[in-house]
C-alpha cells in the first residue's frame, strides 16, 4: 500500500483561500482523470466539501506524487501554487488511512462529531467508482472509512459532542433561545436544493418553522423538495419560487438558509439592506466604525483620485444619500464625529464644495473603517446577540459564500456563515466520548494496514498452491504411465494422499508469512516466498489482475452506504 492525501482543510487554511479553491462537479471528474493520466498515481478519489478539498491517490513514488498532486490541485482549484502550497497538508500510508477514518467519525470537523460528513464520503466513492479512478485500494480505504464512521456515532456519544452544521448554525442564529422557541412560527427561504440545502430545510421543518419556500436554479428541484416537505408530517407548509424572486422574498421571510454551488454573491449587501428597509434606505443608518483621525499632511503628497471614482461616489451620495466603497454601501445619517472624516452628516450635501483631495480622505476614512471592522473578532461581529432586533436571520453554509458577508453591519441582520462556525465551533466543549473514538481509529487503522498487508502476499500464496497442485498432477500423471493396472478407485486414492501431503507441507509456512506480512516491515515475506520456491513473478501479477478484476472479491459497496 502506497496511499498518499495531499489536502487543505478549515484546520490548515483560512475560508478566503479555501472559498477560491473550491471545486465545482466537473472540476472533480477532470482532477481525478488528470491525476490517473500522471505517471506516479494508479488510482484516485477526491473529496471536496465546504471546509476541505483532498486527493487521495495510491503512488509509487511518495516525492514525484506529491509535487504531482500539489500542482493537480492546484491547476483545477484555480488558485496558484506558490499560493496555497503552504495550507497544504500530506499524509502517507498508515497515516493518510488515520485521517480519513478521523474524518469520516466527525474528529476533523468543523464541528466535532457532525455526521453529514459520512455522506459526503459516500459521493466521494461513488465518483470514484462512476470515473473507474477507484481501485481496489480506494473503494477498500473509503468502504472501511464508512463502517468506522458508523461504528464511531452507534457505539459513543460522539453525536453528543457535535451535530450537523445546520443544527450548529441555527443554534448560533437563536443565541440566548433554544432552537424550537426560536424557529416557531417563522417563515424560512432555503436556497438551493442540493443534499446540504434539503438537509437545512428538513431540519428547519422539523424545529417547528411555519412556512418553507424553496429556491433553486432548477425549478423541479426545488419543486420536488417542497412536495417531500409537505409530506414529511411535520405540518410545515412549503413552495418552490423562481431565483428570480429570491431578492424580492427577503422582505417576507425571517429565516434565510443558503448553500448553492454559485460561484459568486447569491445576495448582495444591497439585496439585504432593501429588503430590511423596506425601500427606505436612507432611513437605516449604518453605524459608523470609530477610528483615528488620518493624518493629513502625510497624505498632502497622495496622488489625486480617479475621476471615475469620484463621479461615482458623487452619483450614489445624490441617489441614495449614501457613499459607496469597495462594493459596501454606507449610509451617512448620523451627526458628524471628529473622527478625520471631511464629508459631513448629509450624504446629499456633503458633496456640495468639497474637493477631490477630500473625497479621497473619505475614501482612506472608509478603507480604514472596513479594515477595522474585519479586524475586529468575527465572533464579536457576526455571533453575538446585536442589541437591536433581529428582522432578519442568515444561515450561509456555501463555499464560496453565498452571502456577502459586509450584512452583518446592516442593524436588524444576523449573519452566520462558515468562517463565524469555525470560530464558535474552537470554544465548543469536547464530549468524554472524544476519546473513546480516537481509541476506535487507532484499532480500526491497525487493523485495516494488517489486512492491506496480508492481501499483498495472497496472490504469491495463491500462486504457490497453483504450482503445488500443478507439480501434483504431473506425478499422479507419470504414475499413470508407470503402474497402468490401477483402477479408478485406487488411483482416486493415491491423488487425494499426494495431495494431502503437499496441502500440509504448505499449510503452516503460508499461514504463517500472512502473519507477518500482516505486521508492519512484513511486505518483505512476499518477495521471500517467492524467491525460495522459485515462482514466476509473472504469474503472481497474473493472479493478482484476476482478484482485482473478480467482483465477488469486492465489498458490497450497498453495506458500507
Not at 484555480?78 to 495550507?87: D, H, I, Q, S
Not at 438537509?199 to 423541479?220: D, H, P, S
Not at 482485482?548 to 458500507?560: E, F, T, Y
Request: hydrophobic share 45%; proline share 5%.
Amino acid at each position: 500500500m502506497s496511499l498518499l492525501v495531499v489536502g487543505l482543510s478549515h484546520r490548515s487554511a483560512p475560508v478566503s483561500v479555501l472559498e477560491r479553491a473550491s471545486l465545482s462537479t466537473d472540476a472533480k471528474a477532470k482532477l481525478l482523470h488528470d491525476t490517473l493520466a500522471a505517471e506516479p498515481a494508479a488510482e484516485a478519489a477526491v473529496l471536496a466539501t465546504c471546509n476541505r478539498i483532498e486527493l487521495y491517490a495510491d503512488v509509487d513514488k511518495f516525492h514525484a506524487g506529491v509535487a504531482e498532486l500539489s500542482t493537480l490541485l492546484a491547476q483545477h482549484s484555480g488558485v496558484a501554487l506558490e499560493e496555497l502550497t503552504p495550507y497544504l497538508y500530506v499524509h502517507y500510508e498508515d497515516r493518510a488511512v488515520h485521517h480519513l477514518f478521523s474524518v469520516a467519525c466527525g474528529l476533523d470537523s468543523m464541528v466535532v462529531g457532525e455526521g453529514q460528513i459520512l455522506g459526503q464520503i459516500k459521493d466521494a466513492l461513488a465518483l470514484g467508482q462512476d470515473l473507474h479512478t477507484a481501485g481496489r485500494l480506494i473503494n477498500d480505504l473509503f468502504q472501511q472509512a464508512l463502517r468506522v464512521g458508523k461504528r464511531a456515532h452507534s457505539e459513543t456519544g460522539i453525536d453528543r459532542a457535535g451535530q450537523s452544521l445546520v443544527t450548529f448554525g441555527l443554534e448560533q442564529l437563536a443565541v440566548r433561545t433554544t432552537v424550537t422557541e426560536w424557529a416557531a412560527g417563522k417563515r424560512a427561504l432555503v436556497i438551493g436544493a442540493g443534499s446540504m440545502s434539503s438537509l437545512a430545510a428538513a431540519t428547519l421543518a422539523r424545529v417547528g418553522v411555519a412556512e418553507i419556500v424553496v429556491a433553486n436554479r432548477t425549478a423541479e428541484r426545488a419543486e420536488r423538495l417542497a412536495e417531500i416537505l409537505v409530506a414529511s408530517g411535520t405540518g410545515v407548509r412549503a413552495s418552490a419560487l423562481p431565483m428570480a424572486e429570491v431578492a424580492d422574498e427577503l422582505a417576507r421571510v425571517d429565516v434565510v438558509v443558503s448553500c448553492t454551488g454559485a460561484t459568486g454573491l447569491v445576495l448582495t449587501a444591497d439585496d439585504v439592506l432593501a429588503a430590511v428597509a423596506g425601500g427606505e434606505l436612507e432611513a437605516l443608518p449604518v453605524p459608523r466604525p470609530k477610528i483615528p483621525a488620518p493624518h493629513t499632511p502625510a497624505r498632502s503628497a497622495a496622488p489625486a483620485p480617479d475621476a471615475e471614482v469620484v463621479a461615482r461616489l458623487a452619483a450614489a451620495a445624490q441617489t441614495h444619500g449614501r457613499l459607496a466603497d469597495a462594493g459596501a454601501a454606507r449610509t451617512i445619517t448620523s451627526p458628524a464625529e471628529a473622527d478625520g472624516c471631511p464629508v459631513g452628516p448629509d450624504g446629499r450635501s456633503a458633496l456640495t464644495g468639497v474637493d477631490a483631495n477630500s473625497l479621497e480622505l473619505h475614501g482612506t476614512w472608509a478603507d480604514q473603517g472596513e479594515a477595522a471592522a474585519q479586524r475586529q473578532p468575527r465572533r464579536t461581529a457576526r455571533t453575538q446577540a446585536q442589541p437591536t432586533a433581529v428582522r432578519l436571520a442568515l444561515l450561509d453554509l456555501a463555499m464560496p459564500r453565498d452571502i456577502d458577508g459586509a450584512v452583518h453591519r446592516i442593524p436588524g441582520v444576523r449573519l452566520v456563515d462558515i468562517e463565524s462556525l469555525a470560530e464558535a465551533s474552537a470554544d465548543a466543549p469536547m464530549a468524554a466520548d472524544v476519546d473513546a473514538v480516537r481509541t476506535i481509529v487507532a484499532q480500526e487503522v491497525a487493523a485495516f494496514g494488517a489486512a492491506q498487508r496480508a492481501a499483498h502476499i495472497t496472490p504469491t500464496v495463491v500462486a504457490l498452491r497453483a504450482m503445488a497442485a500443478e507439480v501434483v498432477a504431473m506425478e499422479v500423471a507419470r504414475l499413470d504411465g508407470r503402474v497402468p493396472d490401477l483402477d479408478e478407485r485406487q488411483r482416486a486414492e493415491v491423488t487425494q494422499t499426494v495431495r494431502r501431503v503437499v496441502d500440509k507441507l504448505l499449510h503452516a509456512p503460508t499461514v504463517r508469512v500472512k502473519q507477518l506480512a500482516s505486521e508492519p516491515g512484513g511486505a518483505g515475506y512476499a518477495e521471500a516466498l517467492r524467491e525460495l520456491f522459485d515462482l514466476d513473478p509473472q504469474t503472481v501479477a497474473s493472479v493478482s489482475r484476476a482478484d482485482a478484476a473478480d467482483p465477488m472479491n469486492d465489498d458490497d459497496p450497498g453495506r458500507a452506504s
